[in-house]
Structure formats: C-alpha cells, structure tokens
C-alpha cells in the first residue's frame, strides 16, 4: 500500500500563489505515476495534472497549462504542485493518488487539502 499525505493549501487572492506538497510512504517503489485531482462543493472531482514518478513525463488539464506545475522528487518521495495565478474558479479541495499502472485507475488518495482564492 500507499500512503498519501498532503499539505500547503491555504486562502489567497485572485493571482496569488500557493505550493502544494504530497508526502509518500509505504511501498513507494510501486508507484508508476502520481496525480492532483480537485472537487469543488457540488461538483465532480476533476484531474488536475500528472507526472510518471520515473522519466517525469507531465500532463495538465487545458485550465491549468501555464499556470501550474508538477514536479516530484523521487528521493524523498515527494509530490509537489506550483500554482500561480490563481482564479477564485481555482477554488476546491485538492489531491492527490498514485497508483500502479498506466492500466489501472488510481487507487491511492490522500486526504485533501482546500485550496480557497477570493476575488
């Protein structure tokens, strides 16, 4: 199994910054990608960006190109996510998975954290 523990979120003006973080633990070694997923109030939870855990191949959603980068360092088994310029749309909570195979759905989840930006 995976663990998956996020942090950084926070309120923050409309073209305001923030930095997510994902800590990993548990068998980290199994891990072919890890993601950030977003779900605001009401809404269904949506992909956010996505990086392979060896070779770092990103993907975004169109919405968030330019405006976010993931990154991750495999030595301490980290996920980060960059976010500038923030739009109050931005708002949700977010987080992040991992899982196994670029066969599989993602099976691993933290528990979120609430990324809120006010106009």
């Known amino acids: 199994q995976v663990q998956l523990v996020e942090s950084g979120g926070g309120l923050v003006q409309a073209g305001g910054s923030l930095r997510l973080s994902c800590a990993a633990s548990?068998?980290?070694?199994?891990?072919?990608?890890m993601g950030w997923f977003r779900q605001a109030p009401g809404k269904e939870r949506e992909f956010v960006a996505a990086i392979t855990w060896i070779g770092g191949t990103t993907r975004y959603r169109d919405s968030v190109k330019g405006r976010f980068t993931i990154s991750r360092d495999n030595a301490k088994n980290t996920l980060d996510l960059q976010m500038n310029s923030l739009k109050p749309e931005d708002t949700s909570v977010y987080y992040c998975?991992?899982?196994?195979?670029?066969?599989?759905?993602?099976?691993?989840w933290g528990q979120g954290t609430q990324v809120t930006v006010s106009s």
């Open positions: 548990g068998r980290t070694s199994s891990i072919y990608d």
């Open positions: 998975a991992s899982r196994s195979s670029i066969l599989q759905n993602y099976n691993y």
